[in-house]
């Protein structure tokens, strides 16, 4: 359930409810910490609590499930030792531990099957190798990882079966739920007699199948084949269900186990730029998931936020074009305005996303410092892979939790907070269907870069209770509505908001002026980001600092913003006192002198911030 509260301090400021907010303290933001078990070096929940993680993804049965289990003695030692290791990690405060699983993979076919005991045996009724995806033609499609590999399909019975069963294996040792890697449709689809059934199901349940003179009855993979073939952007919108009706089916059965199990999966967005393309080429459907996982975790392998030392260059993404965008020297690569986006079409649900550099599972420590008060600011979690070699753990160590401290510590200021929002950015995200390019995911970089306070808003909840309060909405070009939400757009307009469409010269400057007095000037380097939040008697500004170049794996260097003013409108109108709270040593913190002035029913006050080094929260209280 959402709510809107007008105030008029020049903005609107949204209070948002999630579905998860009754979920426990250590899922929390602040309280939790995610982070990977694996790539590498595993078995480090000791680094991984040291750094304050408290939800760990560890290998579990990973490894075992796509290679089809070892001899059943060793099995059975391998139950045993992951259950003695996830005891030993919820010791060191690991509260909760999730294994991994592939949601596609098979590795060597010829030997998948060889270890399987009679009563796993006696579930199946095909072999494993019709469990494959299938080509136009019924043929097995190669995996996209090449070598071993082979792609299962997630609507075969059988797979689902084997998939089951490694679910109870792994909540049988302790874990309290599982992730799933790879939810993946092959970018030539799958056209198996299960998914061709599916599909027609799809069509019948969208009215469509009685128009064009098939039944269900006549079961015929070839037919549904035509069709499919035929209707190509009915199968395409198909596709991108598949994962979630897979997700959904491992849930409630997960659930049959254990009623608190947490199911997720890796829900991509390998750049920043992917929200319709991945829907497109791998059938992976954030909307889709989102409404069937208990957590949607992204794995970006380029938006670590940083910028770019001399000399360096970074590859985040595609232009329309089909080539790569590539970043230079002294720009700046942030994840805000991706995690605004995730937030508008994730249904509610706690949002986890690792940021990396060029593919390195390995971050430096500033770095992952700035992801983690970055993920805090956008009422998100960071999750790290605290998987260093044993020469560079300890440093690591030291150097990063600092920051897990002060977020833990300060974990009221981030929770039940509502974000100020200038404006309101429209995210049509039916439009995967038409294009690759999702041009929202631009806009929403430009607003970010000039500290605009926005919130995006998908076509599932662009309505006029959403926009009460709101001056601005920024469109990527009008002809995008549709009309309901065009009869939306004409009611804001008559009531005086501005509907400004990016598709022309200076939409960012006309947008500016729309809002007026904006909720927050900041005056300093262009590398510094501001986000603001209200909650009750505060409010709280998340101030950070772009300007951390990645030099390796390890080190990192900071180059600190110094004198950095600050301005800003508060819901109130009188302010008690102003503080800055950070992990950086060095960088100012304490109490901060201010001035203030009335506005309306608010006030405007101002500040200088002698020294910000990575992140720091200004803390406004009435």
Known sequence: MRKIFSLSVGSALLLTFPAWAEMPSEVRVGMAGHAFDSSGVGDQAEAAAAIGATILYVGGFGSDGYSGLPTPELFARRRQNRA?????????????????????????????????????????????????????NGQPLPSWYGGDYQPACMNNPDWRSYEKFMVRQSLGIGLDGIFFDNPIVHLQGCYCSHCMEKFARFLQGEGLLSNLNLELSTNSPAAFRQLALQRTNDFLRFRATIAGDFLSEMRTYARTINRHALVTCNNSLNSADAFYSQCRSSGINIYDLSQVEDFVVIEDMTSQPRVLATGQTAQVGFVESGQPRILTNGQTIEYTPTYKQLHAVSHGKPVVATTLASGDYTTAPNLVRLAMAEAAANNAF???????????????????????????????????THGRRDAVLFLPFRRWTETN????????????????????????NFTSAELKGVRVVAVEKLSVFNSKEQAV?????????????????????????????????????????????????????HLLNLNVQRLSSFEDKVTPALHAHLTCRVPFARVKSMRALTADAGATTGALPFTMRHDGTGAVVETTIPRLDIATVVVIER
Not at 441 to 456: G, I
Not at 501 to 529: C, F, N, Y
Request: charge should be positive.
């Open 84 to 136: 003695a290791y996830v005891r030993h990690a919820k010791s060191l405060g690991i509260r909760l531990a999730l294994g991994y699983l592939c949601a596609t993979s098979i590795v060597k076919l010829e030997t998948f099957d060889q270890n399987w005991p009679p009563e796993l045996r006696s579930q199946f009724h095909t072999p494993a190798a019709q469990w494959r995806q299938q080509d136009r």
């Open 382 to 416: 960071y999750l790290s892979w605290p998987t260093w070699p044993e020469t560079q753990r300890s440093r690591m160590i030291a150097a990063i939790h600092p920051q897990a401290d002060l977020l833990r510590a300060q974990e009221r200021l981030l929770n039940d």
């Open 437 to 460: 390019n999702c041009a929202v995911s631009q806009l929403a970089a430009t607003l970010t870069r000039a500290n605009v306070q926005y919130e995006v808003l998908s076509e599932a």
């Open 489 to 541: 757009i004409q009611k804001f307009q008559r009531q005086g908001g501005r509907a400004i469409p990016a598709d022309q010269a200076d939409w960012l400057k006309e947008l500016q002026q729309a809002i007026g007095q904006p909720s927050v000037v900041l005056h300093g380097p262009a590398t510094l980001r501001v986000i603001v939040r209200d909650q009750g008697k505060r409010t709280i500004v």
